[in-house]
């Protein structure tokens, strides 16, 4: 199976600009989770979706949205760009049935924001 | 508040010995455990977990302990090897509701380094 993968890479935006992060789940699974990774802080939960609904969301500005697709595709979305943004985002998927579902994480969207 | 701690940033282990990675929580509804390893610039990768109804969980060379009384838990790593090396999270999640989907929360992670 192909494991989960994000879009771009590596992104470069100024303050004010927004951006659109891509994941493409494992095949099958229905939950992706978007995760914030910055120095000193670990991983920080952003949301979840599930069957193109938002399930759980984390404490992060309105300005962090995201969607789902019929095809369990996700994307995320940052609009007005801080200094502060910058960082290694990371999707997850799952089966996303609750108990003992682990994620498999992709490999992450690094975004620096000058 | 961080709900779940790992104290130590960093720890190095000569090749061969046992890596005790320690990760200690406040949530009292956790109740399920999970670790995951990172390389630089790829994607944690999911190691092992542990359910709160369990004490113990072993796979490999990975062991996997829980104290629930402590709120502490701990990765146990034997024998060591040189591709070990990477930041090890540990992450713990409770169940919001029937069939609803857990959410995950991190430590900030242990850099594990074996030296050869």
């Known amino acids: 199976k192909a494991g989960v993968t994000q879009t771009p890479r590596y992104l470069i935006k100024t303050r004010g600009q927004q951006v659109t992060l891509s994941c493409s789940p494992i095949?099958?699974?229905?939950?992706v989770s978007w995760y914030q990774q910055t120095p000193g802080q670990g991983l920080q939960f952003l949301f979840e979706y599930f069957s193109e609904t938002q399930r759980n969301k984390g404490n992060f500005p309105g300005r962090f949205s995201g969607r789902q697709f019929s095809n369990s595709r996700s994307e995320m979305n940052v609009s007005t760009l801080e200094l502060g943004d910058s960082a290694l985002y990371l999707c997850?998927?799952?089966?996303?049935?609750?108990?003992?579902?682990?994620?498999?994480f992709g490999p992450g969207t690094r975004l620096t924001v000058t | 508040d961080q709900q779940v701690k790992q104290n130590s940033p960093s720890l190095s282990v000569q090749e061969g010995r046992i890596s005790i990675l320690n990760c200690d929580y406040t949530n009292s509804m956790f109740d399920y455990f999970l670790w995951y390893k990172k390389y630089p610039a790829e994607g944690p990768t999911f190691l092992i977990s542990i359910s709160s109804i369990k004490d113990k969980n072993e796979d490999g060379r990975f062991t996997v302990f829980l104290n629930k009384s402590a709120k502490h838990l701990s990765l146990h790593i034997v024998p060591s090897q040189p591709g070990d090396s990477a930041v090890y999270f540990c992450?713990?999640?409770?169940?919001?509701?029937?069939?609803?989907?857990?959410?995950?929360?991190f430590g900030s992670g242990t850099q594990l380094t074996v030296l050869p």
């Open positions: 992450a713990a999640s409770a169940i919001r509701s029937s069939g609803s989907a857990r959410q995950l929360t």
């Open positions: 095949s099958g699974h229905r939950s």
């Open positions: 997850a998927s799952s089966l996303g049935r609750g108990t003992g579902d682990e994620q498999y």
